[in-house]
């Protein structure tokens, strides 16, 4: 009997104990927060000031390195604050699905959830557009707010076999 009332309560003290990590854990989050907002005073600025900042940044820092972390997306990475304020739109994401690699483009999809799609491709400089590229292009067709394909300089490859009408469904 004292056997069990002896492992019960240790039982019982590693439960709390585990309750109040969790709950350090959620203050530790809720401290740096705090602290990344006293050091860093535009991450004081109301959401919607940040919004439009954070399209400036896309449009003059694109994502070149066709990674999650390239061009405007890295900011994502700084703090749970930018990192929410960007999850949050969509439209930016609906104009670099096209812009990563294979790699990242479902995710970025994800995150630009059901915003109409900025497609672009491009065929140039040895870069190639790929099938599954090409499949995703066609998957989404009817989400698309625009449609750019630009070949090679030599010509030699061609990017779209769709005949226009197909694209508009007929």
Not at 49 to 57: A, L, Y
Request: proline content about 4%; hydrophobic content about 45%; charged content about 20%.
């Amino acid at each position: 009997l004292g056997h069990d009332s002896a492992w019960e309560s240790r039982k019982a003290h590693s439960t709390e104990l585990q309750a109040d990590a969790l709950a350090l854990r959620y203050l530790s989050a809720q401290f740096n927060y705090w602290l990344n907002s006293c050091s860093a005073p535009i991450l004081r600025l109301p959401p919607e000031v940040m919004g439009e900042i954070m399209t400036i940044v896309a449009a003059v820092d694109p994502p070149t390195a066709r990674t999650l972390s390239s061009g405007w997306m890295g900011l994502s990475q700084v703090c749970r604050q930018l990192r929410l304020i960007l999850l949050s739109m969509h439209a930016l994401w609906a104009d670099a699905v096209f812009l990563v690699d294979s790699e990242a483009r479902e995710e970025v999809l994800r995150r630009a959830a059901e915003t109409p799609l900025y497609i672009k491709m491009r065929s140039s400089n040895g870069d190639t557009v790929g099938e599954r590229a090409i499949e995703l292009a066609m998957s989404n067709i009817t989400r698309a707010r625009h449609v750019e394909v630009l070949e090679g300089d030599n010509g030699s490859e061609e990017l779209w076999t769709r005949d226009p009408l197909s694209l508009a469904g007929a």
